[in-house]
């Protein structure tokens, strides 16, 4: 195995890191993070692999270092040095308990009080979204990479994500796949397979855009949905926060800009609020995620000017690093212009949304306050109407 190091400016966030991490892994090598050095690890199976990658991953380093320059991150509200009780081996505790059931790297089963929490805080979001005058509506898991094309948004982490196959209709491969379903013949698994016309989605909103295509807006919209959604990881972290499938609760906001921006203020207040209802230990403060994959800095430099994405990022004690938990995400016209979602007035709508990773928040509340929920501050538990 041959390794590089590629050491990091001080002032990286994590959130920085993990850009980083990410657009390192297309490389097709190992990446890990050495908090100690404060460098990237990358590991190829072979010298010669080494060899023709490293100055591309240098190159893209140095890209994100000089496009972040100007840009460190904002801070709207920071508790980054509050003191929480912390715990230690919390994945691996609640494992123990049965709380986490393994099936697989990322892929899990919950229940008992890990479960119930994860309820308790998305039920509480939700209440939200209703007291914003929020639809319920339900989407589904597939979504057609046909329509997902009238965006950009399928060469943003294209590497993330999860296509789903179909086998091919047809008498004489039906019979094939039987046999290739046998693991080792699965080589030929392929074979019999078509597709992919659908990938699983990514992020629960996306389905609220196409619904509206090509269409006028009579009003104001907010909807709220709950689901699971997929990505690939990286299977060397083995890190439970890396799901590969999690449950996120989105409201969505469609409609004219003061609309939008009043919500998205509104959704700001509700982070505040929790985060002081903790008190939690973390930040709320503008990302770098790459939510296109080209003109790097002048995108870094807009999301910038615009808050474009804000998220919610908790300490995990046991790490000391922090992990991204929520996000608000202002997409301007960005979907309504590549549906041609218009306002009465013939105006582009506008469209935001405010996003909880379910499973992650859970973790992280437990990370920082410990597996008795009955020794967690009266506050939080009040917040989150647990009832001892
Ligand atoms: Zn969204």
């Not at 996306?206 to 690939?232: F, P, W």
Request: include cysteine; charge should be negative.
């Amino acid at each position: 195995m041959k390794k590089m190091e590629i050491s990091l400016p001080k002032w990286f966030s994590d959130a920085d890191i993990e850009t980083a991490v990410s657009a390192l892994e297309c490389y097709g090598g190992k990446v890990h993070f050495s908090r100690l050095e404060n460098s990237l690890v990358v590991e190829f199976p072979s010298d010669d692999q080494l060899q023709r990658e490293e100055p591309s991953l240098r190159k893209v380093i140095n890209d994100l270092i000089n496009s972040n320059h100007c840009r460190l991150a904002e801070v709207l509200y920071d508790q980054s040095t509050i003191d929480v009780p912390g715990s230690q081996d919390t994945a691996r505790m609640l494992k123990e308990r049965g709380d986490i059931i393994e099936h697989d790297f990322g892929i899990y089963s919950y229940q008992g009080e890990f479960h119930m929490l994860k309820s308790l805080l998305d039920k509480k979001v939700h209440e939200f979204g209703l007291s914003l005058g929020a639809i319920e509506i339900d989407y589904p898991n597939f979504i057609s990479l046909a329509k997902l094309r009238r965006t950009s948004f399928l060469e943003h982490y294209p590497q993330l994500l999860n296509f789903v196959f179909t086998p091919k209709q047809n008498h004489e491969y039906l019979s094939g796949i039987t046999a290739a379903l046998k693991p080792e013949n699965q080589a030929h698994l392929h074979k019999f397979l078509e597709g992919p016309e659908h990938i699983c989605r990514s992020s629960s909103c996306l389905h609220t855009y196409m619904n509206h295509a090509d269409k006028v807006l009579e009003k104001n919209l907010v909807y709220s949905t709950v689901g699971k959604c997929s990505r690939q990881e990286n299977p060397s972290d083995k890190n439970f926060e890396r799901l590969r499938e999690f449950s996120m609760r989105e409201i969505i906001f469609l409609g004219e800009s003061e609309f939008v921006e009043s919500q998205l203020t509104r959704c700001s207040d509700f982070v505040k609020n929790l985060m002081v209802a903790g008190p939690l230990k973390g930040v709320f403060q503008t990302s770098n995620d790459l939510f296109f994959p080209d003109q790097l800095a002048a995108l870094q430099f807009y999301q910038k000017s615009q808050r474009a994405k804000l998220e919610l990022r908790l300490q995990i004690p046991e790490e000391s690093k922090t992990i991204s938990v929520a996000s608000l995400n202002r997409h301007t016209n960005y979907f309504s212009n590549s549906y041609s979602i218009a306002l009465p007035n013939g105006e582009l709508a506008k469209s935001g949304c405010f996003a909880f990773g379910l499973e992650r928040l859970t973790y992280a509340l437990y990370c920082q306050f410990g597996l008795r929920l009955e020794q967690w501050p009266q506050s939080l538990k009040s917040f989150l109407n647990i009832g001892y």
